[in-house]
């Protein structure tokens, strides 16, 4: 794979795992629920590695320069290569301060999701590119930014009936024969006919994924991400 894939990691799974991923991200500082920072930092991480903090825990009271303060530390302290502001909440205006007195802060590069990173110019996270979507449409609204891409081997089941078509999720993506390809989208489907409609599975492999990413760093995409649970589960 051309790009490096930090994998998401909880720390017992740090604990566990013989060996490590190439690129393990440690999953993940959260607000504290007693406090005005964050909580659940490692006590070390390997060279390179990936600090994320989400919002789990909602964003309550807490203090942005306190937040600014401990990530500033850990950072010089663990080495990370990168820390991933992976807040899935939007619209909080506590958020943006926090995520505005890191990038200040922060001695390393720090990557913010979408949902807080449209007027900053930092890098961006975007989550995985939708089965249906391809690659260019998403991230064509973010030309110009570095973009840190979410990939997933999650597939997705479309069936197709007479009262018209509907999308389930499909996240353990089994093997069903024959398989096609589909250059547009980059991903790999299956057709299933029944006495009600038809089945359309679809999914990315490893090797689709690597494919996507190497199409993505020519469009801004410098790594992903991904959930080592997952990845883990499909070797």
């Known amino acids: 794979m051309a790009l490096p894939l930090y994998l998401a990691m909880t720390a017992a799974e740090f604990s566990a795992a013989r060996p490590l991923p190439a690129h393990p991200a440690w999953m993940a500082c959260h607000f504290s629920p007693y406090g005005l920072g964050l909580i659940n930092f490692p006590g070390r991480l390997p060279e390179g590695a990936m600090l994320v903090v989400n919002d789990r825990t909602p964003i309550h009271g807490h203090d942005p320069d306190v937040i600014a303060g401990q990530l500033r530390e850990a950072a010089e302290r663990l080495r990370p290569r990168a820390i991933l502001l992976d807040f ?26 979408a949902a807080y990173a449209k007027a900053l110019s930092c ?95 020519k469009m801004g995409v410098t790594l992903a991400a991904g959930l080592f649970q997952e990845f883990r589960r499909n070797q």
Do not use: M
């Open 88 to 113: 899935q909440r939007p619209g909080e205006a506590a958020v943006r301060s926090a995520v505005e007195a890191v990038l200040a802060a922060a001695p390393c590069p720090v990557g913010v999701s």
């Open 123 to 217: 890098p961006v996270l975007l989550p995985p590119t939708p089965l249906l979507c391809p690659l260019e449409n998403q991230l064509a609204p973010w030309r110009g930014r570095e973009i840190w891409l979410e990939v997933s081997l999650a597939g997705e089941s479309v069936f197709v009936g007479t009262e018209g078509a509907a999308a389930y999720p499909w996240p353990d993506a089994e093997d069903i024969q024959p398989v096609f390809w589909e250059e547009t989208l980059r991903c790999r489907y299956a057709v299933r006919r029944t006495s009600q409609g038809i089945w359309f599975h679809l999914r990315r492999s490893r090797e689709d994924i690597a494919a996507l990413l190497v199409a993505g760093e």
